[in-house]
């Protein structure tokens, strides 16, 4: 999909709760409701979870749970801190969810909320 404005190439993006697509030129975006997530084909994100030294075992259950791995794997990979990278906006988002329910640090992006 191509910016009304400008005709660059849009780029999907998540942000806490919101997402959409966003055109990286001159910044015109459409956020959308959750219900039309599914609609953006994109697998443009990336979640980049910080590293913990002593993780709680909520922290463990919920990393175990999305890297479908076990509670040591998931201890090693949350050590050293991780990336998830190909999601869909769609996936990113249930995933996010999980992080913020155990409390787990993250970083997503591509992320525009600051510009
Ligand atoms: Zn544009």
């Known amino acids: 999909m191509n910016c009304e404005k400008c005709n660059a190439e849009m780029v999907a993006f998540v942000d806490g709760v919101s997402c959409g697509i966003k055109c990286p030129n001159c910044g015109y975006n459409i956020v959308t409701s959750c219900l039309r997530i ?20 909520a ?6 749970d999305i890297c479908h791995c076990n509670y040591v794997e998931a201890q090693k990979k949350l050590k050293s801190g991780f990336e998830l990278k190909n999601l869909t906006v769609y996936k990113a988002q249930l995933i996010l969810q999980k992080l913020d329910k155990a409390g787990i640090i993250y970083t997503a992006v591509p992320v525009f909320s600051d510009l």
């Open 38 to 57: 599914k609609d953006i084909p994109a697998e443009t994100c990336t979640i980049m979870i910080g590293a913990s030294e002593k993780p709680e075992i």
């Open 59 to 64: 922290a463990l259950r919920t990393i175990a």
